[in-house]
């Protein structure tokens, strides 16, 4: 495929939400022309892992749950009082590995530091995040760019199980338990919590769940 071939097809490419467009043979040049091409600003979430190539605009439901679980764990954080970072759905990639990938959500928790005040990362060099979240409504989520960036814990939504898996030993296991937040019923609570709020609303939702917080750990600590 020609750089001016290329050109053209960006152009003529047009997905409507939950609509998927994978490609194949895709160099790391053409990956990196093609986020140049759609710039930052845009509604399509571009995702890379060793020549295959993924094009996804996300579904109306699928922004709103990705709103509400960020603020519960922003929520849970503060709560627990653990410094944080969220970098949302910013573009990590890796040219060694040859992985790039754009999350719903991320967050960097023990790694918060290392990566605090800095406008640019380069995963060469700097962490990838400590924990991701997927909502997938229109596709499963290809497990092999998280795991070979290192990002130690992944949450994927499908509309109503929240999923999480953690790495060990560079592979992720399915886990009835947050490695980050152990003592708490993570999958069972966060999916409850995202219903309340399209009954109660948002902020109510978000004070019962900071009052649930505040009691578990109260709990734990007696």
Same mark, same amino acid.
């Given at each position: 495929m020609s750089e001016r071939t290329l050109q053209v097809s960006l152009k003529q490419i047009v997905l409507s939400p939950g609509q998927q467009l994978v490609m194949t043979d895709v160099t790391w040049q053409m990956y990196e022309r093609i986020l140049e091409e759609f710039g930052e600003k845009r509604s399509a979430r571009i995702n890379y892992s060793q020549g295959l190539l993924e094009i996804m605009v996300p579904l109306p439901e699928h *922004? =709103?749950?990705? =709103? /509400?679980i960020g603020d519960l764990i922003k929520a849970l954080l503060e709560e627990l009082n653990l410094e944080f970072w969220s970098l949302a759905s910013t573009t990590f990639k890796n040219k060694v590995m040859q992985q790039g990938l754009e999350p719903d959500d991320c967050f960097y928790i023990e790694h918060e530091a290392a990566i605090r005040g800095k406008k640019r990362l380069d995963l060469t060099v700097d962490p990838p995040p400590d924990l991701a979240v997927e909502i997938d409504l229109t596709s499963r989520t290809r497990l092999d760019n998280y795991e070979k960036l290192g990002v130690k814990e +992944?949450?994927?939504?499908? &509309?109503? =199980? +929240?999923? /999480?898996? =953690? +790495?060990? *030993? &560079?592979k992720y296991q399915r886990s009835h338990q947050s490695f980050h937040f152990p003592m708490l019923a993570i999958a069972e609570i966060i999916p409850q919590y995202l219903e309340r709020s399209k009954v109660e609303g948002r902020n109510q939702t978000m004070k019962a769940f900071r009052a649930w917080v505040k009691q578990e750990t109260h709990e734990s600590l007696e």
């Open positions: *922004e =709103v749950s990705k =709103v /509400i +992944l949450w994927r939504f499908d &509309g109503e =199980v +929240l999923e /999480i898996s =953690v +790495l060990q *030993e &560079g």
